[in-house]
């Protein structure tokens, strides 16, 4: 909770105020007001917050869309704040990829777990995110790899076993990684001798 920078996009000036005093009290640091869908976007650039408590009504885009932009450019949990709890408000904000929602009026006491599930939340899907990109990057390495070595089996007549420990041995040799020389080997860049 200490140090959890919270940005806030709420174009009612009362409600924001009051908003930013509960935080205050919680201690969060609130690190901005937005008082319209562009701005709150534009300020989640510029300041970066570890979450977004938005009203869902805002002017210019609502909060829904502007979400959706936050994810696309600057992923952060976003909260959402309504006083509307209809079915396409909760279409809206699922479709928006929310991680939370509270209606108003919020109590203080509804605001630190919201936001510690959303930051908890968020956290587990953006590590996630980094291990299916590794794996992603560690299987087209093993393709580059495989594909070489059927280049190299051909080309020099070795066995798979001996293309391999080729490929290995100068990948070490030239302390870089397998991928590598399995590119270079693949763009015809690079002619192994035997």
Known sequence: MQGTRVLLAEDNELVA???QAQLTSLGYDVVGVADDGMRAVAMVRELQPDVVLMDVRLPGI???EAAGQINEVAPRPVIFLTAYSDQEIIGRIERSGAWGFLLKPVQS???APAITIALA???EVQQLRLRVRELGETLEARKAIER???V???RLSLSEHDAYEYIRTHARDRRV???V??????AGEWAPMA
């Open 181 to 186: 020389i399995a590119d270079e080997v693949l």
């Open 109 to 111: 006491t509804e605001l």
């Open 62 to 64: 609502d909060g829904p």
């Open 148 to 150: 070489a070595k059927g």
């Open 152 to 154: 190299l089996m051909q």
């Open 177 to 179: 990684r397998m991928k």
């Open 121 to 123: 939340r968020f956290q």
């Open 17 to 19: 105020l009051t908003l």
